[in-house]
């Protein structure tokens, strides 16, 4: 048993689609969330960069004794997973990658997979690798697309209607591409899944669940699940404004965005990046 908080970040509202999955599979623990809005888009960020904000951010959480630690961000996956795990040995830290991986390879079939994600991210090839790693005998083909700023509109608040074009033209890349499965490679983008599914009608896959599964499955094994019957609460820090945070987030959500708090860490990225 622990009642300690589950911390959970991302560049800004996209972690809201993994925590509305952990919140439904484990609703009784606390969360900390983490939205470094104030650094978005990090797609467009050298991996150093990154790593020294995800470094920061996780220093924050541990502060805050989180439990363990959940990269809500593809790209934030990408360039620190493997960093911030050799950095902070003592908790647990996942990411969003490899649930996403293997959850498109359970749905495919006709091993044929589109990933929708930041240039970052795409340009990484992670999806790509993972599939491969865990697709063992199946041959599947990975096609990637990366957007440079599609995430950074959605943080900024995303119109369904006037920036649906924007979607249309991502999914639009894939055409003669016969894909069956599409990964919502970014956290932002499951958001606005419903826009997705206006100009693909094949298989859409979030990772949001399979990450929230590893991270209750990682908790249980260690008996470190709460003990509370209530419903948990969730504390929120920003590095952008609170007052923008909550009218982008109002619009996407539907948690009760209460328990807000604006953070500046300006200071502890100048102390990492002048070492």
């Given at each position: 048993?622990?009642?300690?908080?589950i911390?959970?970040?991302?560049?800004?509202?996209?972690?809201?689609?993994?925590?509305?999955?952990?919140?439904?599979?484990?609703?009784?623990e606390?969360y900390?969330?983490?939205?470094?809005?104030?650094?978005?888009?990090y797609?467009?960020?050298t991996?150093?960069?990154?790593?020294t904000?995800?470094?920061?951010?996780?220093?924050?959480l541990?502060?805050?004794?989180?439990?363990?630690?959940?990269?809500?961000?593809?790209?934030?996956?990408?360039?620190?997973?493997?960093?911030?795990?050799?950095?902070?040995k003592?908790?647990?830290?996942?990411g969003?990658?490899?649930g996403?991986?293997?959850?498109?390879i359970?749905?495919?079939k006709n091993?044929?997979?589109?990933?929708?994600?930041?240039?970052?991210?795409?340009?990484?090839?992670?999806?790509?690798?993972?599939?491969?790693?865990?697709?063992?005998?199946?041959?599947i083909?990975?096609?990637?697309?990366?957007?440079?700023?599609?995430?950074?509109?959605?943080?900024?608040?995303?119109?369904?209607?006037?920036?649906?074009?924007?979607?249309?033209?991502?999914?639009?890349?894939?055409?003669?591409?016969?894909?069956?499965?599409?990964?919502?490679?970014?956290?932002?983008y499951?958001?606005?899944?419903?826009?997705?599914?206006?100009?693909?009608?094949?298989?859409?896959?979030?990772?949001?669940?399979?990450?929230a599964?590893?991270?209750?499955?990682?908790?249980?094994?260690?008996?470190?699940?709460?003990?509370?019957s209530?419903h948990?609460?969730?504390?929120?820090?920003?590095?952008?404004?609170?007052?923008?945070f909550?009218?982008?987030?109002?619009?996407?959500?539907?948690?009760?965005?209460?328990?807000i708090?604006?953070v500046?860490?300006e200071k502890?990225?100048?102390?990492?990046?002048?070492?």
């Amino acid at each position: 048993m622990d009642n300690r908080p589950i911390g959970v970040f991302d560049s800004g509202v996209g972690a809201f689609s993994v925590l509305e999955q952990l919140v439904k599979i484990m609703p009784n623990e606390n969360y900390v969330f983490f939205g470094d809005s104030g650094h978005n888009p990090y797609g467009q960020k050298t991996k150093q960069q990154l790593q020294t904000l995800c470094e920061v951010i996780a220093e924050f959480l541990i502060k805050h004794d989180v439990k363990i630690i959940v990269i809500a961000c593809n790209t934030a996956t990408v360039a620190s997973l493997e960093y911030l795990q050799g950095k902070f040995k003592d908790i647990d830290i996942i990411g969003v990658i490899e649930g996403g991986a293997k959850d498109a390879i359970k749905v495919t079939k006709n091993a044929k997979i589109g990933v929708c994600a930041t240039c970052f991210t795409a340009n990484s090839h992670a999806y790509k690798d993972k599939i491969e790693q865990f697709a063992k005998d199946k041959n599947i083909e990975v096609f990637e697309e990366g957007s440079i700023d599609l995430a950074h509109t959605i943080e900024s608040g995303f119109d369904k209607e006037k920036d649906a074009h924007i979607i249309e033209e991502f999914v639009g890349r894939f055409d003669g591409k016969d894909i069956d499965t599409l990964i919502l490679g970014c956290t932002h983008y499951p958001m606005i899944a419903d826009v997705f599914k206006k100009y693909y009608d094949g298989n859409l896959v979030d990772p949001g669940l399979s990450t929230a599964k590893t991270a209750m499955d990682i908790l249980t094994k260690k008996a470190m699940l709460t003990n509370s019957s209530v419903h948990g609460s969730i504390k929120y820090f920003v590095t952008s404004t609170v007052k923008s945070f909550i009218e982008v987030a109002k619009n996407l959500v539907d948690f009760e965005l209460t328990d807000i708090h604006h953070v500046d860490i300006e200071k502890e990225l100048a102390e990492k990046s002048n070492k």
